[in-house]
């Protein structure tokens, strides 16, 4: 059901105002996450995307509004607190350590959840990213982009976050890669893990998404369910580029 409740709401951002300086990039931003929900953000590029997910993550702190997460107001926080409370972003551009192996990075920064057990084991990563298990002791710069990027989820994922962000997760990947990670957001919706996802494969998203956010110059132009943005290619030409 993509409806959220007060009660299931993990993630709710309400009338950010955020940007760079004095260029003013976003205009009085809502979204929300509820638990167990798969939300993408759409929009063409330099629409606010990446501007939005830094205020989430607290890269950068908004101008005006608030964020709360997990019933916590995190607004302005750092990034690293954002992150213990279970936030976990997987960056454009992957990010892993060169010369540390796959093994290392799903062991150096696994956390559990507090409270329950731990879900995304090593083992249960590799099964997950079959690629990733036989390559353990490949070192970060030894991996090919799309086995990056597989590792950069696998280690958010060590970390047993409340909330997995994705930004661009396919961007620059082979296609046969790229369903291969459509099959890991598959997997972990079906397993109630709450994603936001930004990626430009909308035709894609829209049998993993439960809700789909625009944003146009910095602005909600539209939201709502897979079965409706399906209906309405005009969204598509308008706001997307399709
Ligand atoms: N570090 C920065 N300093 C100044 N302006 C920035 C900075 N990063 C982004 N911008 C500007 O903010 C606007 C929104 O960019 P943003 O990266 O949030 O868009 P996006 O929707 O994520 O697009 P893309 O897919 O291209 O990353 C653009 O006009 C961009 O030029």
Redesign the pocket.
Same mark, same amino acid.
């Given at each position: 059901m993509s409806t959220t409740t007060t009660k299931s709401i993990l993630l709710e951002a309400t009338a950010i105002e955020a940007g760079?300086g004095a =260029?003013q990039?976003l205009f009085g931003i809502d979204v929300r996450v509820g638990a167990g929900e798969v939300m993408a953000l759409l $929009?063409r590029? $330099?629409? $606010?995307? =990446?501007?939005l997910l830094k205020v989430l993550t607290g890269t950068i702190a908004p101008m005006r509004g608030g964020v709360q997460f997990c019933g916590a107001a995190i607004g302005g926080h750092r990034p690293d607190a954002i992150a213990r409370r279970g936030m976990a972003i997987v960056p454009e551009g992957r990010h892993v350590f060169p010369n540390l192996s796959v093994d290392e990075h799903l062991r150096a920064f696994a956390r559990p959840r507090p409270g329950s057990a731990p879900r995304w084991t090593v083992e249960a990563l590799y099964k997950l990213f079959p690629r990733l298990s036989e390559r353990k002791a490949n070192a970060g710069n030894q991996l090919s982009g799309g086995e990056q990027q597989m590792l950069a989820i696998a280690r958010a994922l060590s970390t047993h976050p409340r909330l997995l962000i994705l930004d661009e997760a396919t961007e620059g990947l082979a296609p046969v890669i790229r369903e291969e990670i459509w099959h890991c957001i598959a997997t972990l919706k079906s397993e109630g893990e709450a994603i936001l996802v930004v990626d430009k494969y909308v035709q894609r998203l829209l049998p993993l998404a439960d809700r789909h956010v625009i944003?146009e110059r910095g602005r909600v132009v539209w939201q709502g369910d897979s079965a409706a943005l399906d209906a309405d290619r005009s969204l598509w030409t308008r706001y997307l580029g399709v």
């Open positions: 760079y =260029s990039v $929009g590029n $330099g629409m $606010g995307k =990446s501007t944003l």
